[in-house]
T-cell receptor
Framework: QAVVTQEPSLTVSPGGTVTLTCGSSTGAVTSGHYPYWFQQKPGQAPRTLIYDTSNKHSWTPARFSGSLLGGKAALTLSGAQPEDEAEYYC??????????FGGGTKLTVL | EVQLVESGGGLVQPGGSLRLSCAASGFTVSSNYMSWVRQAPGKGLEWVSVIYSGGSTYYADSVKGRFTISRDNSKNTLYLQMNSLRAEDTAVYYCASKIVGATGFGSGIDYWGQGTLVTVSS
């Protein structure tokens, strides 16, 4: 069973930039894992931010971007806002038969 | 507008069964990828199962052999039949969908329901 790893917590200053990463125990993350990124605020359902590595939904704020970085999937937030404080999860697909979420990154804007 | 509304959660004893439903609107369940994701209290997201548009189904090891995902095309509804429930199955269960083509053809989740709570306890 693959394990997907994320930073447990990160802190960013308002207006600052932070990068969250998503790694796989099976090796480098590629576009073939179709990396997804989700945001979840307390008491709410998750919301999809990024699909297929770097594509944004119509509701995704422009300050969020996705990429592959050093063998991992990455979510970069440029110009952090107080409302971006949340838990962020990545999702990787393994040949379409197994989906695995990362453990989540608690992002604090302080 | 895409909407997913789950129902069927509740309190069940260990070893019992429960069937969750997810009524979809704004798109066709049978033409897209539908999945279930759960979140235990205070924990992270855990993928449970997926049914692809072609009908193929896949499960996390933790539920394989106990849970069954299915869909009723006439009702545009997704189901999760959960048998032999354990305390560790206690979680909010989310129904989720991917609109194939609109966001590519790879696995994933575009839309989420609000979730339904399943509590397994005696």
């Amino acid at each position: 069973q693959a394990v997907v790893t994320q930073e447990p917590s990160l802190t960013v200053s308002p207006g600052g930039t932070v990068t969250l990463t998503c790694g796989s125990s099976t090796g480098a993350v590629t576009s073939g894992h179709y990396p997804y990124w989700f945001q979840q605020k307390p008491g709410q359902a998750p919301r999809t931010l990024i699909y297929d590595t770097s594509n944004k939904h119509s509701w995704t704020p422009a300050r969020f971007s996705g990429s592959l970085l050093g063998g991992k999937a990455a979510l970069t937030l440029s110009g952090a806002q107080p409302e971006d404080e949340a838990e962020y999860y990545c999702l990787l697909s393994y040949s379409g038969v197994l989906w695995v979420f990362g453990g989540g990154t608690k992002l604090t804007v302080l | 507008e895409v909407q997913l509304v789950e129902s069927g959660g509740g309190l069940v004893q260990p070893g019992g069964s429960l069937r969750l439903s997810c009524a979809a609107s704004g798109f066709t369940v049978s033409s897209n990828y539908m999945s279930w994701v759960r979140q235990a209290p205070g924990k992270g997201l855990e993928w449970v199962s997926v049914i692809y548009s072609g009908g193929s189904t896949y499960y996390a090891d933790s539920v394989k052999g106990r849970f069954t995902i299915s869909r009723d095309n006439s009702k545009n509804t997704l189901y999760l039949q959960m048998n032999s429930l354990r305390a560790e199955d206690t979680a909010v269960y989310y129904c989720a969908s991917k609109i194939v083509g609109a966001t590519g053809f790879g696995s994933g989740i575009d839309y989420w329901g609000q979730g339904t709570l399943v509590t397994v306890s005696s």
